[in-house]
């Protein structure tokens, strides 16, 4: 009777065990499809983050957050007027651009540097993303549209570089003309000539930009 109750007890113990591992396992199943799905979503609104800054960036403007930040002067307009007409301004209104350009040249070359910045952190985060969910599903991610956004992102650092590069080009040739040097002379030709080098160079990078967004499917 001992030996019946014995067995009886230990066969019991089994059986809850077995259905004990049974549901931990189905549980934990059931714990990683929704982990699974939770990060499907999370990479689905990253990109969407990516591609809303990308097309800001791509215009040189700024999202909400980074306008409260950097903060055009308010004398913007003028600025533009002056620059327009530098090669026929008198000494005075020359000097005017000069106070002007320090208050009002940064803030593009600024704002673009710091949006790439931006845009480059949250695809260091979309990568991340990526790179748990093939841990996870025991893949690796597709490297295709990794390279096009590397590619998109190594063309807005360069195109930032290029409109610091130009904005201080702008500074150069308003000081030469401060220091009465006639807009035909050397050196402010070769300054000009320097600076629609760039111009071209921002056209062809944004164009290129323009090719890689569409591939991305960014509207």
Known sequence: MHTFL???????????????????????????????????????EQREIMSALAVVTDRNGADETLSKIVVDCPRRD????????????PKQELLSAQALFESCGSFYPTQKALMVMRLEREY?????????????????????ERALWEELLSFEKTR??????????????????????????????????????????????DQRIDELRTKLGIA
Do not use: C
């Open 78 to 89: 003028a600025f533009e007027a002056l620059l327009i007409t530098l090669g026929t301004l």
């Open 6 to 44: 014995k067995n009886h007890l230990y066969s019991t113990t089994l059986i809850v065990l077995a259905l004990a591992l049974i549901v931990g396992a189905w549980m934990a199943h059931k714990g990683q499809e929704r982990f699974s799905d939770a990060l499907a979503v999370e990479l689905v």
């Open 160 to 205: 930032s570089s290029l409109l610091t590069e130009q904005t201080e080009l702008q500074g150069a040739i308003i000081n030469e003309l401060i220091k009465g040097f006639r807009p035909a002379s050397t050196e402010v030709r070769e300054l000009v000539s320097k600076a629609q080098e760039i111009a071209e160079l921002l056209s062809v990078y």
């Open 124 to 144: 260091d985060e979309y990568v991340r993303l990526l790179e748990l969910e093939a841990t996870l599903i025991g893949s690796s991610p597709s490297s295709d």
